[in-house]
């Protein structure tokens, strides 16, 4: 393997600001609530980590600080590191020397940091390499603007023949910078890439770890892959007892398996499952590991892909999760329905004209048990907006006739709530033959003109809306129908299985490739529908479900029943997915 692509592996691992790997903790832990995209969040944990670090866990500073002229080297590696790294964080200079004979990696700085640990040994090939890199960044701009989240903090210390130590700090956020230059994400790529390329032309170590050691693993800041494991073990998830190092040696056969299956069937996206039941964690013979976590459907996420294992292999890692004694499987999620009581209540005895001092509009609706989950559109905030959503009740004609409001439980009840400062002012039931109070109905399209005014009040910048992949799945619908082709999508989630409940969804990539792609045709008389969705979800944050048909296809009604077919590219992707 060159340089380059050893470089290159680095780079695709290393965490970066924004990455979409660093969202998906806060994503399952978010449970319903939608957040807005592109918000920063400070990392919650990493899948890369290195049990060797817990024999320099009690360590109280990891800061360095010169050594005198001459003194003489230690006997150990690990007696090295310590002499180079205590205390490093703390002293730091702003430029390496020209010449060293060694660098280290030291610890994350722990004052704000996960305390992420960097490698045990030093790097010896390539030292000239990387000093070299340091001089050619960019000095920094001293009154350049700075992000104020958090990613990594590293120290970097150049160990010169005489023994004096020079420690360099460098930062993955703020100004992402490494002593008084700019590139500190570049610099670290280039040490990664360095140590990865010493340690493929070196003997491996032939230590193993306990599964207590490899269950207790801490962050750490280079990256561990899959296929690099020498040994793993099932392991309780990190749930905050303090009983995660509690796990299962994985045998050596099985991780073979695993390590083929993962290169074989992992697929980009992020599981829509949020409470883990166990952790698969992989280490390398330098004992940095890489975490699998385990959910209930049986899926495991890795960085940034999915995998689910079958058969036998499946069997044999479940059996594995049991001897932890945590259940293999657990209650599937069940969206909260929404209670519509109170707006009932005031629709009841909301008068045939709509008067007060109205400041929000939004909807609240009841599905019927068993049926597609209805996401209405966000509410009318602005005053502009909300007097024409007044006004568009308000101007409706009296229904002429006699209609009755749905009653059979079929159907959705859907209210448009009209609040005040106080609490609501109003209520009206919008399904149905028309609007309707206490007092009045109405005829004409509420719902479809409130929609319309929202957009309009959204922009074409669209509402910045993301959801947990498990709010969509199996069936999520819009109040209003759209068109695909028109609307595009900021989302797509696939919900996989004969109920469609395991949910995963698509990575960003994919979903741009779809919309750019998207065309329909009339559905074939002899459209059939197979297993799986995908649901939708347009820059308004409003989702529609596409059902999956035998072949590959995705129908849907919308103006007449609709069918896409997607390119050969996409429908591969999809493909694979869809065999998890």
């Known amino acids: 393997m060159s340089d380059d692509q050893l470089s290159e592996m680095f780079k695709r691992d290393l965490p970066r600001p924004g990455d979409g790997a660093w969202s998906e903790d806060a994503r399952r832990r978010a449970g319903r609530r939608r957040v807005t995209v592109g918000t920063l969040a400070m990392v919650a944990a990493l899948a890369v980590v290195s049990p060797f670090a817990l024999q320099l866990m009690n360590r109280s500073s990891d800061t360095a600080v010169p050594a005198p002229l001459g003194t003489e080297p230690v006997a150990t590696a690990a007696a090295d590191r310590e002499a180079a790294c205590s205390g490093a964080g703390g002293s730091t200079a702003d430029e390496l020397p020209e010449e060293a004979v060694r660098l280290w990696l030291c610890d994350e700085p722990g004052e704000i940091g996960f305390s992420r640990t960097g490698p045990q040994d030093p790097l010896t090939q390539g030292v000239d390499e990387a000093l070299a890199a340091f001089q050619e960044l960019p000095k920094a701009d001293p009154n350049q603007t700075c992000t104020a989240e958090y990613t990594l903090t590293y120290v970097v210390v150049a160990e010169a023949a005489d023994g004096t130590m020079t420690p360099v700090r460098g930062e993955l956020h703020g100004c992402r910078s490494v002593g008084n230059r700019s590139g500190g994400g570049a610099f670290l790529d280039t040490l990664a ?13 032939t230590s193993s770890l306990s599964s ?45 398996r695993v390590k083929d299956d993962v290169a ?10 949020w409470e883990p039941t166990a952790r698969l964690v992989l280490a390398n013979a330098w004992g940095e590991s890489v975490t699998l976590t385990r959910f209930a459907s049986g899926s495991y996420v890795v960085g940034s892909q999915v995998w689910r294992p079958k058969g036998d292999l499946a069997a044999e890692l479940d059996a594995l999760v049991g001897q932890l004694g945590n259940p293999v ?47 209405a559109p966000g509410g009318l905030y ?66 479809g003109v409130l929609v319309d005014l929202f957009h309009e009040q959204t922009g074409d910048e669209g509402a910045g809306m993301y959801y947990g992949a498990q709010e969509l799945c ?107």
Do not use: H
Request: proline fraction near 9%.
């Open 474 to 580: 199996p069936r999520a619908d819009s109040l209003v129908p759209f068109s695909p082709e028109v609307e595009g999508a900021t989302q797509i989630v696939a919900c996989l299985g004969p109920d469609g409940a395991l949910p995963v969804d698509l990575p960003q990539e994919l979903v741009k490739a779809i919309s750019a792609t998207f065309e329909s045709a009339p559905q074939p008389d002899d459209w059939a529908a197979g297993e799986g969705t995908l649901v939708w979800v347009n820059k308004y944050g409003e989702p529609m479900t596409l059902l999956r048909g035998e072949d590959g296809s995705f129908g849907w009604i919308a103006d007449g029943p609709r069918v896409w077919t997607p390119s050969a590219d996409v429908q591969a992707q999809l493909d694979r997915i869809f065999e998890l």
């Open 193 to 205: 890439g360095l140590w990865q390329a010493q340690r493929a032309a070196s003997p491996a170590p």
């Open 329 to 375: 499987t657990q209650q599937p999620y069940v969206p909260e329905r929404p209670d519509c009581t109170a707006a009932r209540n005031t629709a009841a005895e909301t008068p045939a004209v709509i008067e007060g001092e109205i400041t929000g509009v939004y909807f609240c609706f009841e599905s019927p048990e068993g049926g597609p989950r209805l996401i």
């Open 264 to 273: 074989a069937n992992a697929v980009d996206g992020a599981l829509g499952e």
């Open 382 to 447: 602005e005053p502009a907006f909300v007097e024409r959503a007044v006004a568009a009740f308000n101007g409706l004609p009296v229904l002429e006739g006699e209609c009755a409001l749905p009653s059979d439980g079929t159907r959705p009840e859907v209210y448009v709530v009209y609040a005040g400062m106080e609490g609501d002012v109003a209520a009206v039931r919008a399904d149905g033959c028309g609007p309707a109070t206490g007092a009045v109905q109405k005829d004409g399209d509420l719902v």
């Open 212 to 256: 207590e050691q490899v269950c207790s693993s801490i962050g750490a800041i280079l990256p561990a892959t899959v296929d690099g494991a020498t040994q793993g073990a099932l392991c309780r998830p990190d749930d905050g007892t303090g009983a995660k190092s509690e796990g299962v040696e994985l045998p050596a056969d099985v991780l073979q």
